[in-house]
C-alpha cells in the first residue's frame, strides 16, 4: 500500500498544476515513518533554494528550471511620505536550473548597483534518515558578480576585471524531525576593487539559519550573518533578516523583513548599512515558480 501511494504522489507531480519539489518532499517525509529500517534521504530541509536572502542546501530538481522574483522596498522608516518605502524599490531576476538532483547553475540581474551574477551550486553530501549514516546535508555554493554601474571617472583607464567580485559558501544543514531545520553557513567573499586602501578585498563571515514548519502550507525563517573582525565589521552592520514561507501548490512565496535591501551576497553580507533599532528596516518578498524542463516536460501529457 505504501508503495502504491509513493507512485500516486510521484506521478502526480509530473502535472503542470501539481505540486513542487518541495511540497513532494513534504509528503514523502510522512511515509518515511514507516520505512521498515531503509536508509532514507531526508527532503524539504528548506521550503526553496533561498532561506530568505542567502543560500539554503536545496538545488532544483533534475530538469527542473526555477524562476525567482526577489523584491525589497525602501526603509519603513522613510514615514508617509515615501509611504513607508513602498515608492522606492530593488527587484532580481533570477533563474536556476537543477543538473541531475546534484548540482544547479544559476543566473541573476539586480536592479540594487545593475548586477549581473552567474553562480553554480553543488550538493556534497544528502542527510539520511536514522537508519542511514548521513546525519547533514552539505552543499557548496559559488557565485560571480558584474556591477555594471556606469564609471564615476569614465576618462581614467577603467579595467573590466575591477567591476568583478566573487563569493564562495559552504552550507552544511540537518534537519531535525519535520518542523525544525538548521544551517550554517562559513562564507569567503573578494572584491576586486575597493573604494579606499584600507578597505578590505577579503571578508569573511559566518551565517546562521533555521526554519520552523508551522503547519503543511506555511514555516517561519530566519538568517543572521556575522562578519568576522576587520574593517567590514567596522564599517558595516550585520545582516538580519526574517520571513514567513507558504507553499501554495506550484508556487513558493516568501515574505520577509531585513536591514538590507540587497539580495545577493557581497552586499548584503559585507555592505549593510541598515539598523534595525533606527527602523531601517526593508520589506521585501521572493516568489518561486517551477517549470519542468528535460525529461521532466517529456513525461508531461499536456
Known sequence: MKHLIRFIILF????????????LGGLLDELDDDNNGTPEIILGTFEGTTVINGQSVEVPGAGDLNFRISHRFGA????????????????????????KDLASISIGRNTFEKTYDGAIKYRILKQQNEEGNMPVSLTFYSVVFVKTLRWDHPERDNLFTSRLSYA?????????GKNFSLQLSPTYVHKNLVPFPDDQNDIFATGISGKIRLNRMLSFTSE?????????????????????????????????????????????ITET??????????????LYRVFPT???????KW
Open 12 to 23: 502526480s507531480s509530473l502535472l503542470p498544476t501539481a505540486l513542487n519539489s518541495q511540497d
Open 76 to 99: 519603513i522608516n522613510l514615514g508617509i511620505y515615501q509611504f513607508f518605502g513602498m515608492d522606492q524599490a530593488s527587484t532580481r531576476l533570477g533563474f536556476d536550473y537543477g543538473i
Open 168 to 176: 564562495n559558501q559552504l552550507l552544511l544543514a540537518r534537519k531535525f
Open 224 to 268: 543572521y550573518f556575522y562578519l568576522l573582525p576587520g574593517k567590514a565589521a567596522d564599517d558595516f552592520y550585520n545582516a538580519l533578516a526574517l520571513g514567513v514561507d507558504i507553499e501554495t501548490g506550484g508556487h513558493i512565496f516568501q515574505l520577509q523583513v531585513s536591514n538590507s535591501q540587497a539580495m545577493f551576497e557581497r552586499a548584503f
Open 273 to 286: 548599512s541598515g539598523n534595525w533599532l533606527d527602523g531601517e528596516i526593508f520589506f521585501g518578498f521572493n
Open 294 to 300: 528535460g525529461e521532466t516536460r517529456r513525461n508531461i
